[in-house]
């Protein structure tokens, strides 16, 4: 036996067992989504994967993370920007493993309550094999939707395009699975974030949760470009409008330490930081315009219904 | 000096091949403890194949670290199917790469102790 720069494939397929057998030690309720989950049953072909992706029910986030530190997994250090912007997972590394862990509260698109959404995507839990241990994930339906969300969280990707265009090839063959999907929407408030997909089948979406126009608005934005500005724009609008120069400067130009907590990768030189804050203040800006024009088409759409 | 608990229902041929091993002492049993001796992979155990080796990794352990599996260490692993006891196991890893089973005998007894104790393997009655 030996030690050794551990595979990441093989790191991920371990990681999936080791998450699932550590919510059952917790008697956490947990849903291993995405990667293995979507290969198994057929939604996506299999590719390597970057880390292991589980969803965990919400009361229970904090238990579970602490298994995990008590196993060596740690986050990865402060982050001024997700304290501020907020996010959907917790990442969690361990400096023997090659993969990350992604945590995940709630799944960007499910705009109802994250317990309900949580609870529905349970109750279709089925099981899966991977690393040779049985694991809990959720139906076809709940993985399609999980794939659907990813793929257009953001408008403009090539990549993304192609799993969605996959999907809906795979959909428009399935009746079953779509009407499955259509049930699930409606109860996880997905109706109108998955509004895209439901068109291109020439489904019907079923009465259900109704979000809020707010939260309509956090997902249109964080469509319209891949930055993080979208989700900056929700965190002035939740701020006092006193207490938006202080933040803007914050946010427009971080301090040297700032920046590199949010970019550890660039070079700790007065150049490599001048310029790498350049580069977000140029994608922030670009990010500004994107979302402009995305508010104005949805609002043409709205004046045309 | 390893020793093993053979009983009188092994196949002749498993009693040969340890009997002339100089290395081992072969004692005869009550099957029941002979069941004993049977080796299975443990519940809380997660691995995948990759190759030619295996990765294993004991989930119950503090702090789980996956385990590389080569060589002969891999096909010792592929021969552990919850039927078979240390004998049975090092014939078939003796027949693996065509070579008598007091080549390989020490290595295989002395492999199946190291992963029983870092978890990866139990004995079991079968």
């Known amino acids: 036996m030996t030690t050794f720069p551990l595979d990441q494939a093989a790191a991920v397929a371990l990681g999936c067992g080791l998450v699932s057998y550590v919510a059952e030690e917790a008697s956490v309720r947990s849903l291993l989504i995405k990667g293995h989950a979507l290969a198994e049953q057929g939604l996506r072909d299999p590719r390597r994967y970057a880390d292991v992706d589980v969803w965990i029910a919400p009361e229970s986030v904090t238990p579970f993370v602490e298994s995990l530190r008590a196993r060596g997994w740690h986050e990865r250090g402060p982050n001024w920007v997700l304290d501020r912007v907020g996010s959907h997972s917790i990442t969690l590394v361990n400096d023997s493993w090659p993969c990350d862990i992604d945590v995940h509260l709630r799944f960007p698109g ?31 339906a709940g993985n399609a939707a999980v794939l659907a969300l990813h793929s257009m969280r953001q408008e403009r990707n090539d990549g993304r395009d192609d799993e969605f265009e996959h999907l809906v090839g795979l959909l428009s063959e399935d009746d079953e699975l779509v009407s499955d999907m259509l049930d699930l929407a409606a109860v996880t408030g997905a109706n109108e974030t998955l509004a895209p997909l439901f068109a291109r ?54 301090s040297a330490d700032l920046f590199l907590q949010d970019h550890p990768e660039v070079p700790h030189t007065k150049a490599a930081l001048f310029r790498g804050r350049v580069r977000r203040l140029v994608n922030g800006g670009s990010g500004m315009i994107r979302i402009a024009f995305a508010n104005v088409r949805a609002a043409k759409r709205r004046r045309t219904r | 000096m390893v020793s093993l608990i053979v009983d009188g229902e092994r ?116």
């Open chain 1, 201 to 254: 089948l020439g489904a019907t979406t079923r009465p259900g949760y109704r979000p809020s126009a707010r939260a309509l608005r956090e997902w249109a934005a964080r469509r319209a470009h891949m930055s993080r500005t979208g989700r900056w724009l929700s965190y002035f609008r939740s701020l006092s409008i006193r207490s938006w120069p202080r933040e803007f400067i914050v946010a427009a130009w971080p």
């Open chain 1, 110 to 140: 499910f705009l109802a309550p994250d317990e309900d959404v949580f609870d529905e995507l349970w109750r279709r839990r089925t099981t899966i094999v991977v690393g040779g241990r049985t694991v809990t994930t959720t139906d076809r």
């Open chain 2, 11 to 126: 196949p002749q041929r498993i009693r040969e091949a340890w009997g002339h091993a100089d290395s081992v002492t072969v004692m005869t049993t009550e099957s029941g403890d002979f069941a004993l001796q049977r080796w299975r992979v443990r519940g809380d155990v997660a691995f995948v194949e990759t190759g030619r080796s295996v990765v294993a990794l004991a989930l119950g352990s503090p702090s789980p670290v996956p385990m590389s599996l080569q060589g002969t260490a891999s096909t010792i692993w592929h021969t552990i199917n919850g039927l078979r006891d240390s004998a049975e196991i090092a014939v078939a890893v003796a027949d693996a790469y065509d070579t008598e089973v007091a080549v390989v005998q020490t290595e295989v007894i002395a492999f199946l102790q190291q992963l029983e104790e870092v978890g990866l393997i139990e004995r079991h009655r079968g």
